[in-house]
């Protein structure tokens, strides 16, 4: 869950700006290049600091499965992962609104927040969001955003009837066990976690009605 708006906007949970000069893209002012014509600042870059941005474009995808719906970049960093950032986690979110909603709310610079996929509830529809290769800001922790991945899944932490189908178990699981088998995460509790499981989470999501046991088995199942 990333604080989506409903008839009032929640506080944001944006990181704290870095201290030190790290290996960040250089953003232009205002005469910035649009991208792709989606209206967001172009990126500036000394040659040795990242290659991502050059091999993958605007538009492409790091899980075939998914469909590329760009979120704000006041809603993440740019980052070199793996190679700046090891990725450990995948972490778990359920949206607290409808999938329609938390797209629109990770593509409002405002909102401060967003995870690198989106899950719809009813037939699995995957929207990639953030590259993995930057940091979202999803756990509401500057070192887990910075070595996790964060998966969002339409719907309410209180309703897992209607909203936890088999379909977003499965498209969630399909998506976790490409990232575990990629990164070498491990398909365990200690490193696919729930949002509430981030030290100093203030949310509760995936909630209890989550079935972790059937997840996993599914990433498991995935993974072979």
Do not use: C
Request: proline share 7%; no cysteine.
């Amino acid at each position: 869950m990333n604080d989506i708006p409903g008839p009032r906007r929640p506080a944001s949970r944006r990181e704290p700006p870095r201290r030190a000069v790290t290996r960040r893209a250089l953003l232009f002012g205002a005469g910035a290049a649009a991208v792709v014509g989606l209206g967001f600042a172009a990126v500036a870059e000394l040659p040795s600091q990242r290659s991502s941005l050059l091999d993958v474009h605007e538009g492409t995808v790091d899980q075939p499965a998914a469909r590329w719906t760009a979120a704000s970049d006041a809603n993440y960093r740019y980052a070199n992962r793996p190679d700046d950032y090891r990725i450990d986690w995948i972490v778990i979110h359920v949206t607290q609104s409808r999938y329609e909603d938390a797209a629109r709310a990770f593509r409002d610079p405002a909102h401060q927040a967003a995870a690198h996929y989106l899950i719809r509830s009813s037939d699995g529809r995957l929207a990639q969001m953030v590259r993995e290769a930057d940091v979202a800001y999803h756990a509401g922790d500057r070192e887990w955003n910075e070595r996790s991945i964060g998966i969002e899944h339409e719907g309410y932490v209180d309703d897992p009837d209607r909203w936890f189908t088999d379909t977003a178990y499965r498209a969630s699981a399909q998506l976790a066990a490409d990232i575990s088998t990629r990164y070498d995460i491990p398909i365990d509790r200690e490193h696919i976690v729930g949002h509430h499981e981030v030290p100093g989470a203030t949310h509760p999501d995936p909630g209890p009605y989550w079935d972790w046991d059937r997840y996993l088995d599914l990433v498991r199942a995935a993974a072979k």
